[in-house]
T-cell receptor, first 113, second 112 residues
């Protein structure tokens, strides 16, 4: 079966712009989580969506937002980009039952200049 | 902080040797998982151990969990060059929230 698909793979944006990243989960997985990975902070949880509702949110400013569609596909948006937003953004899908692991996509590498 | 801690931060061994990585955490957990990441790509799920389990095996991988010490270890036996990667522990916290809290990772290098 197809894995988690994230688009685009690479992105270069200018400070102040906004960006939208997309994630298509594994078929049948209704939970989608987003993580930010940077060399300094490591892997940080952004938010989780399940059945089109945000169920949990990490400690990120309101510039970071997301949504989930009825087909479980998810998007995350970052507005007013800052240099510190440069990171690898990873999406993960799961069955959201305790005892199941997460399947991660290959990530979107965002560079803010 | 809920974040997990891993040690060592980096490990370099010869092919064929065993590699052991350790993870500690501070909160109550549902389960603990180990992931591998190659060169800044996506994470690959390796193994999950539930809070009521003490040991689990998968191929050349062996994971232990000691909830009284809030620690876990990942053992890779008979290492191969292809095992070169970063390894992360991640735990699922108890509190109704469905999220993983990751450690900082161990960078494993297998020398041929």
């Amino acid at each position: 079966k197809a894995g988690v698909t994230q688009t685009p793979r690479y992105l270069i944006k200018t400070r102040g712009q906004q960006v939208t990243l997309s994630c298509s989960p594994i078929s049948g997985h209704r939970s989608v989580s987003w993580y930010q990975q940077t060399p300094g902070q490591g892997l940080q949880f952004l938010f989780e969506y399940f059945s089109e509702t945000q169920r949990n949110k990490g400690n990120f400013p309101g510039r970071f937002s997301g949504r989930q569609f009825s087909n479980s596909r998810s998007e995350m948006n970052v507005s007013t980009l800052e240099l510190g937003d440069s990171a690898l953004y990873l999406c993960a899908s799961s069955l959201r039952f305790e005892g199941y692991g997460y399947t991660f996509g290959s990530g979107t590498r965002l560079t803010v200049v | 902080s809920q974040q997990g801690e891993e040690d060592p931060q980096a490990l370099s061994i010869q092919e064929g040797e065993n590699a052991t990585m350790n993870c500690s955490y501070k909160t109550s957990i549902n389960n603990l998982q180990w992931y591998r990441q190659n060169s800044g790509r996506g994470l690959v799920h390796l193994i999950l151990i539930r809070s009521n389990e003490r040991e689990k095996h998968s191929g050349r991988l062996r994971v232990t969990l000691d909830t009284s010490k809030k620690s876990s270890s990942l053992l890779i036996t008979a290492s191969r060059a292809a095992d070169t990667a970063s390894y992360f522990c991640a735990f699922s916290v108890i509190q109704g929230a469905q999220k993983l809290v990751f450690g900082q990772g161990t960078r494993l290098t297998i020398n041929p």
